[in-house]
């Protein structure tokens, strides 16, 4: 079950309240060093809350769905669009019961999407699904360390992280070959005073093959 935290009404009460990203617009450092080599393409990144990584992607030449739950941080993201002048698609989405269109996508990403435990296989099969032969997944999310940072949080005790190797489970290994599977470490800020300082990040980023 989502716990309710997680629903759209949370993270649009999230978002209002400004306690929700950084409004930085500045796009993840490690899609940056995962993405800047490849050849733009389609993208969809999903749980794209303000739009750093997806505006990013489309100064670079990507053409771009950003697909999220809140519609708040939706209307945010669009705004600094119009302002910078670039194209980006914005989809109000559920990940939990949406499917993105199969095989489609040159990259597929989720940057800090955090699906819960129980729904995080069959989300990630989706975000999965959605890759394009020879097209690249990236799946990054706070790493199990996180979870000690968030006591006294609406987030404390939920089963929101997952190991470089419980993601790898999550994906058809038939189908993907798995580039970086790793925990990295990163400098952040924090978000409201929790879990700044040196932070621990799961990267998996994998590639779907082209059938022979
Ligand atoms: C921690 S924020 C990360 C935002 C952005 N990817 C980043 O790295 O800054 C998580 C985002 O996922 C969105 N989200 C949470 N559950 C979702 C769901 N079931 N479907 C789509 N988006 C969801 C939230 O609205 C939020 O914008």
Do not use: K
């Not at 819960?116 to 989706?126: E, F, L, T």
């Not at 996180?146 to 190797?165: D, I, R, V």
């Not at 879990?195 to 779907?208: I, Q």
């Amino acid at each position: 079950m989502t716990p309710d935290v997680m629903s759209e009404q949370a993270w649009d009460e999230r978002y209002r309240r400004g306690d929700a990203g950084g409004w930085s617009g500045a796009p993840n450092a490690v899609l940056v060093q995962e993405v800047e080599q490849l050849t733009p393409g389609r993208a969809l990144d999903v749980g794209c809350g303000e739009g750093g990584d997806a505006l990013w992607l489309a100064s670079r030449g990507w053409t771009v769905i950003g697909a999220d739950l809140s519609g708040v941080v939706l209307e945010r993201a669009a705004v600094r669009a119009q302002g910078r002048g670039l194209q980006v698609a914005w989809e109000h989405r559920d990940v939990l019961t949406w499917s993105p269109p199969t095989t489609t996508y040159e990259l597929a990403s989720a940057c800090f999407l955090h699906p819960s435990g129980d729904n995080r296989p069959a989300v990630h099969a989706r975000l999965a699904a959605a890759v394009a032969p020879g097209g690249h997944l990236l799946l990054v999310a706070h790493a199990p360390s996180h979870a000690a940072t968030l006591t006294g949080t609406p987030f404390e005790g939920l089963p929101l992280f997952a190991t470089p190797e419980q993601v790898v489970a999550d994906l058809d290994l038939d189908a993907f070959d798995v580039r970086v599977a790793e925990v990295r470490s990163r400098a952040s800020a924090g978000h409201g005073g929790h879990g700044g300082g040196v932070v621990e990040d799961v990267v998996v980023h994998a590639v779907r093959r082209v059938p022979a």
